[in-house]
T-cell receptor
Framework: DGGITQSPKYLFRKEGQNVTLSCEQNLNHDAMYWYRQDPGQGLRLIYYSQIVNDFQKGDIAEGYSVSREKKESFPLTVTSAQKNPTAFYLC????????????FGQGTRLTVV | EDQVTQSPEALRLQEGESSSLNCSYTVSGLRGLFWYRQDPGKGPEFLFTLYSAGEEKEKERLKATLTKKESFLHITAPKPEDSATYLCAVYSGGSNYKLTFGKGTLLTVNP
């Protein structure tokens, strides 16, 4: 089945540690997005990428980094510079040509311990 | 800057009581307006894409409509299983395509 897979589902990070969240899609979508969701805040855009080896900062990129070496993969690294990383992280991909649809993974819940 | 405002923030209905959710937007170069349903602890589930003013789409008890400034999600005779947060997002064009979300409407349907 085609879809978007995020892993892990739950992740615990110690203070000062970098962690990487995985996002893989087999939908052959060109564009991929990372969002952070906090209670009462809605979805806020962290980074997005339209093509391989190119990505743009979203509204809250500070403390995060991404790479796009393959069309199928868009990993997000939460660095120690992110002061409040505890949140629910969502990855999405979009088919922009023809009928536009945007699908999400099931999310990764990151907690700082 | 693209902006999306959803109202109301929360809506409580009795089973069978029809109502509408609103999504107002300002965007440069709308390529599509999306509606999603999100259950607690889950990723958003895609419902509809609307492309141009006057367009309507239906799925079971849900019907989405679009004007040049807003979109409505009409819920006809809702059931308790329709309880969820409903999210609206705009996909805008230009040199880089952004997907901007509203904060959502939390719908509760009581039996």
């Amino acid at each position: 089945d085609g879809g978007i897979t995020q892993s892990p589902k739950y992740l615990f990070r110690k203070e000062g540690q970098n962690v990487t969240l995985s996002c893989e899609q087999n939908l052959n979508h060109d564009a991929m997005y990372w969002y952070r969701q906090d209670p009462g805040q809605g979805l806020r855009l962290i980074y997005y990428s339209q093509i391989v080896n190119d990505f743009q900062k979203g509204d809250i990129a500070e403390g995060y980094s991404v790479s796009r070496e393959k069309k199928e993969s868009f990993p997000l690294t939460v660095t120690s510079a992110q002061k409040n990383p505890t949140a629910f992280y969502l990855c999405a991909s979009i088919r922009g040509a023809g009928n536009t649809e945007a699908f999400f993974g099931q999310g990764t819940r990151l907690t700082v311990v | 800057e693209d902006q999306v405002t959803q109202s109301p923030e929360a809506l409580r209905l009795q089973e069978g009581e029809s109502s509408s959710l609103n999504c107002s937007y300002t965007v440069s170069g709308l390529r599509g307006l999306f509606w999603y349903r999100q259950d607690p602890g889950k990723g958003p589930e895609f419902l509809f894409t609307l492309y141009s003013a006057g367009e309507e789409k239906e799925k079971e008890r849900l019907k989405a409509t679009l004007t040049k400034k807003e979109s409505f999600l009409h819920i006809t005779a809702p059931k308790p299983e329709d309880s969820a947060t409903y999210l609206c997002a705009v996909y805008s064009g230009g040199s880089n395509y952004k997907l901007t979300f509203g904060k959502g409407t939390l719908l509760t349907v009581n039996p």
